[in-house]
């Protein structure tokens, strides 16, 4: 298969890639990101984030780069085949499919490892792959809903909310990396082949642990706290400014609520027996609140964010999408990368781990079908066949 230019970890991995949307596309890209070669099998109209959105086709491009796509028509035989042949060649075989589906195409990881003894296979879905959770599709909002992110996200006292991002999807991605990884390594100690699955339920309920853990002691529900930090410490919370802008302060600690004062020049606070201790400012809270809030509209979010930073107390300011790309936390860190797709620029988010090989080669998200008759011609197919595969309505012209 197609070689890089510089080692990387995954340097010489093949994955053939059968997902869509945001969370099994975020994972293999991030093995694509480190080195591997990622073929992305789609549908001849394309997989469903290149579908979704209005002309930006942001979805799409945030989650595939580093991969080359082929567009094949899985209802054929020959595509079917095509796959098979893939995957002889490949290390890893990755599917986002509804639970069975890759058994009745005759793709499921019983099959595979026929063709593949060391393949390490992976699936990903919204419920699970057994009992009731094979018949039961899941996206991220629902998952939020049923796993209590909902229930512990807005303000106090107000409606269930989910986040604002399809952040279950994006905690996905990363676990199902980080779980082929593992099965990567351990197929590599054994010879044998390895089967894993993660969904998105279990990802939602794993970033809320300490959540359960307390629910299971306590009995207690978790009630929405807004941007506070509810009855853990106080101050945390949003403030507005003189622009009407908004500061997000976490400042409970005793060094920094001291810090917080003096900066804001209330350092009466410090010695209100109301607010003495975290105990007694939780307890207070929305009395010093309204203290702390009539402090933060005597001056600009900018000018609060630039007083915090040189007085060391943990703050910032709510910035836009925009304002976070030109931000110099985000030049520091080195957090983007361009790209650009049909002559179109764009800005990515740079897989998130500093490291010398992950600096260079990030190829842009690929064309539909870009690279189906090159990887049909490494695959052995001459012209007359790849033809062949076209006229049948198999494969498409790129």
Not at 102 to 108: H, T, V, Y
Not at 121 to 137: C, H, P, V, W
Not at 270 to 296: G, I, K, Y
Request: glycine residues 8%; contains cysteine; hydrophobic residues 40%.
């Amino acid at each position: 298969m197609k070689g890089t230019d510089t080692v990387k970890p995954l340097s010489g991995v093949t994955v053939v890639d059968l997902t869509q949307l945001m969370a099994g596309p975020s994972a293999t890209m991030l093995l694509g990101d480190m080195g591997a070669e990622v073929i992305k099998i789609e549908q001849l109209e394309g997989e469903l984030s290149r579908r979704l959105g209005t002309s930006v086709k942001s979805l799409f491009l945030a989650n595939n780069r580093n991969k080359r796509s082929m567009a094949m028509d899985l209802k054929h035989p020959q595509a079917r085949e095509i796959v098979r042949e893939l995957v002889a060649r490949s290390d890893i075989f990755v599917q986002g499919f509804s639970p069975g589906a890759m058994d009745r195409l005759g793709l499921g990881y019983e099959d595979l490892i026929k063709v593949q003894p060391r393949l390490v296979y992976a699936s990903l879905s919204g419920f699970g792959t057994s009992d009731r959770g094979i018949s039961r599709k899941g996206v991220d909002a629902v998952v939020q809903a049923e796993t209590g992110i909902m229930a512990a996200t807005g303000e106090l006292n107000g409606s269930p909310m989910k986040v604002g991002f399809q952040v279950v999807d994006a905690a996905a991605g990363l676990a199902l990396a980080q779980g082929i990884l593992a099965s990567l390594r351990l197929r590599d100690m054994t010879g044998e082949p390895q089967y894993l699955s993660t969904s998105l339920y279990q990802v939602s309920a794993f970033l809320q642990a300490h959540y359960f853990v307390e629910a299971s002691i306590t009995g207690a529900e978790v009630s929405r706290i807004g941007n506070t930090g509810g009855t853990l410490a106080y101050p945390t919370d949003l403030f507005v400014t003189a622009d009407r802008g908004y500061v997000q302060v976490a400042a409970y600690l005793p060094e920094q609520w001291r810090l917080l004062c003096a900066t804001i020049e209330r350092a009466d606070l410090v010695e209100d027996p109301r607010f003495a201790d975290v105990s007694a400012r939780v307890q207070n809270q929305a009395l010093l609140r309204t203290e702390l809030q009539n402090a933060f509209s005597t001056r600009s979010r900018d000018e609060w964010t630039s007083r915090f930073r040189a007085s060391g107390i943990v703050a910032g300011p709510v910035l836009s999408h925009g304002e976070v790309m030109r931000s110099e936390e985000a030049s520091r860190t080195n957090c983007f990368v361009d790209g650009e797709f049909d002559g179109q620029a764009y800005k990515s988010v740079r897989i998130p781990i500093t490291s010398a090989p992950y600096e260079k080669n990030l190829v842009s998200a690929p064309r539909l079908g870009a690279d189906t008759e090159a990887i049909l011609e490494e695959l052995g197919y001459t012209e007359e066949q790849i033809l062949a595969l076209r006229e049948a309505g198999t494969t498409v012209a790129r």
